[in-house]
């Protein structure tokens, strides 16, 4: 080739690359989960798997958590753009740290109700949260159970308890041993652990908080405010994504859990399928959730969680329910019409 038919090559390889349309790469997002890679993180884990967020232009990483006030912390340090946590977790922190630059934002609601639970040996004796008086009660210092029991217990007119603290995975044991008298905790994560150590379901008496006057909100989607403010499309485009995965897992919660088993393949799948039906049963397709909507909230039982985590938490400031929560990213109401009727 000559010097001048290389040159025209060159030239016209270089018009062509000029001329090629320009793809734009997806947002990443980096997800922060409350905990580890079990039945309901299919959650998040199956519209990842179906490619939900990745047709939504958006490159979603999901890593496992270790509680909510971690993922609230990892997501206000900007370590990660989004996560699953207890909402209050993050009244927790507004009020703590009225301050911080980043304070995340709920911005989708999936626990419409707090799964927290008291649990009880049924051979225990106690049938009441009245029961729970001057007893030994056991949770790790950040169990969401453990921190909102002031509510639980004023509802109830408990007094006199006594906290031992524990890592999580003593918890149901040191039960079991009878080193306490009840635990707290999701009711989907202590009840079926109860039964991994040998405890028959049936011999475990569970006190829902929601049954006995406490009115909490539980686990809600939290967003940074640098990416709300930076990428607000992305974090709407999430959600939308999210709302569709959650159709199928709701409809389909076995093949949901197997996802979870592709990201961990040592989970007990029939295990795992239970918790997420627990999970669903009891937290997301509850009768407060086909109430308000699924991922919504209302400002007047917002407004009393706002006051009653204040009080209970003793918070350096009150709540402010307006700075935790944001429904302005929420999908339309056909894309939030992921419940089935209740049976």
Do not use: C
Request: charged content about 20%; cysteine-free; proline content about 7%.
């Amino acid at each position: 080739m000559t010097q001048r038919a290389l040159l025209q090559a060159t030239l016209a390889s270089a018009a062509l690359l000029l001329a090629a349309p320009v793809f734009a790469q997806n947002t990443p997002i980096k997800f922060q989960l409350d905990w580890r890679f079990e039945g309901p993180a299919a959650m998040f884990l199956t519209p990842a798997a179906k490619g939900y967020f990745k047709d939504a232009k958006l490159d979603v990483t999901i890593d496992a958590g270790n509680g909510s006030g971690g993922a609230v912390t990892r997501v206000a340090s900007s370590v990660y753009d989004m996560g699953f946590a207890d909402l209050a977790a993050v009244m927790e922190f507004h009020a703590n740290n009225p301050d911080a630059p980043n304070k995340p934002v709920a911005v989708m609601m999936v626990y419409a109700d707090t799964p927290a639970s008291v649990m009880v040996l049924k051979k225990s004796g106690i049938k009441t949260p009245a029961d729970l008086n001057g007893k030994k009660l056991g949770a790790p210092v950040f169990d969401a159970g453990r921190r909102a029991f002031p509510i639980f217990a004023k509802a109830n007119g408990i007094s006199g308890v006594q906290w031992t603290t524990m890592d999580p995975p003593l918890r149901e044991t040191m039960l079991v041993r009878g080193d306490v008298d009840a635990i707290t905790g999701f009711t989907f994560t202590s009840l079926l652990n109860l039964e991994a150590r040998g405890t028959k379901a049936e011999d475990v008496l569970v006190l829902p908080y929601p049954q006995f006057g406490v009115k909490l909100y539980g686990n809600a989607i939290i967003a940074s405010p640098k990416l709300i403010k930076e990428n607000p499309a992305a974090v709407k485009a999430f959600l939308q994504a999210f709302a569709k995965g959650m159709k199928d897992v709701i409809a389909k919660p076995a093949a949901a859990v197997e996802d979870v088993k592709a990201r961990d393949g040592i989970i007990n799948t029939a295990l795992e399928l239970r918790r997420l039906n627990m999970a669903i049963d009891t937290a997301i397709n509850t009768p407060n959730a086909r109430a308000e909507g699924f991922g919504n909230t209302t400002p007047p039982r917002l407004s009393l969680m706002a006051s009653q985590v204040s009080d209970a938490f003793g918070t350096k400031t009150r709540v402010n329910p307006e700075a935790v929560w944001n429904g302005s990213f929420l999908p339309s109401a056909a894309e939030l019409n992921v419940l089935p009727a209740k049976k």
